[in-house]
T-cell receptor
Framework: AQKVTQAQTEISVVEKEDVTLDCVYETRDTTYYLFWYKQPPSGELVFLIR??????QNEISGRYSWNFQKSTSSFNFTITASQVVDSAVYFCALSEWEYGNKLVFGAGTILRVKS | GAVVSQHPSRVICKSGTSVKIECRSLDFQATTMFWYRQFPKQSLMLMAT?????????EQGVEKDKFLINHASLTLSTLTVTSAHPEDSSFYICSANLERQGVYEQYFGPGTRLTVT
C-alpha cells in the first residue's frame, strides 16, 4: 500500500533560519512520482516540485531544495533563509502509475516563520 | 496554461439540502478529474476519480449516493453533496489531469469551502 509520512506536525523558526521538512514514503511500485505542495491560508494548493522515481538528482530552486533518497525512501524539502511568507502548510504526496495517477498526501507540516 | 477553476468558492447551505460544486479545466481537456476533501487542519483525502463518459470510482468509505459525481464533458466535472449535514462541512478540492509527452500532470482547483448549518 502507498503511504506518505510527514512526522513533523508543526515547525516554528525565526526568519532567516534554514528549515528542513521531512517526508518518508512507502510504495510497491517501481515507477512513481513524488510531489511537494504549499498550502497558504487561502487554501489553494501551490505546486512546488515533482520528482520521478528514476531521477535521484537533488534539485535547487532559489531558496528551495529537495533531497531525494530512494535508499531511505525519503524526499526532504529544505528552505534556506526562511521568510515570513513561507509560513504555510506543506504537503508531500505520492502517485503510482498503476493507481491512475491519484495522489496520496502526507498529513502535512505546518511551518511558522516568525519575524 | 493549465488552469482549473471551481465554483462556487464558498457555499453555506442548510442541513438536508443539496449542493453542487463545479470543477472546470479552462484551457485543456481532462479525461480524468479527481475530487479531494480536506477537513480543518487535516490532509487531503481522495474521494473519487471522475472519468469522462463513465461512472466515477469512489474510494473506500465514501458514499456514492451521497456524493454524486458527473463528468459529462472533457472540461467539466461536478460533485453534488446530497442531503448535506454539518459533518459534510469541509474544503473540497478538485484536480484535472493533463497529459504532456506521456506524463500526466495534475492541476488543482482553488477549492470550495462548504459549510452546512
Amino acid at each position: 500500500a502507498q503511504k506518505v509520512t510527514q512526522a513533523q506536525t508543526e515547525i516554528s523558526v525565526v526568519e532567516k533560519e534554514d528549515v528542513t521538512l521531512d517526508c518518508v514514503y512507502e510504495t510497491r511500485d517501481t515507477t512513481y512520482y513524488l510531489f511537494w505542495y504549499k498550502q497558504p491560508p487561502s487554501g489553494e494548493l501551490v505546486f512546488l516540485i515533482r520528482r520521478n522515481s528514476f531521477d535521484e538528482q537533488n534539485e535547487i530552486s532559489g531558496r528551495y531544495s529537495w533531497n531525494f533518497q530512494k535508499s531511505t525512501s525519503s524526499f526532504n524539502f529544505t528552505i534556506t533563509a526562511s521568510q515570513v511568507v513561507d509560513s504555510a502548510v506543506y504537503f508531500c504526496a505520492l502517485s503510482e502509475w498503476e493507481y491512475g495517477n491519484k495522489l496520496v498526501f502526507g498529513a502535512g507540516t505546518i511551518l511558522r516563520v516568525k519575524s | 496554461g493549465a488552469v482549473v477553476s471551481q465554483h462556487p468558492s464558498r457555499v453555506i447551505c442548510k442541513s438536508g439540502t443539496s449542493v453542487k460544486i463545479e470543477c472546470r479545466s479552462l484551457d485543456f481537456q481532462a479525461t480524468t478529474m479527481f475530487w479531494y476533501r480536506q477537513f480543518p487542519k487535516q490532509s487531503l483525502m481522495l474521494m473519487a476519480t471522475s472519468n469522462e463518459g463513465s461512472k466515477a470510482t469512489y474510494e473506500q468509505g465514501v458514499e456514492k449516493d451521497k456524493f454524486l459525481i458527473n463528468h459529462a464533458s472533457l472540461t467539466l466535472s461536478t460533485l453534488t453533496v446530497t442531503s448535506a449535514h454539518p459533518e459534510d462541512s469541509s474544503f473540497y478540492i478538485c484536480s484535472a489531469n493533463l497529459e504532456r509527452q506521456g506524463v500526466y500532470e495534475q492541476y488543482f482547483g482553488p477549492g470550495t469551502r462548504l459549510t452546512v448549518t
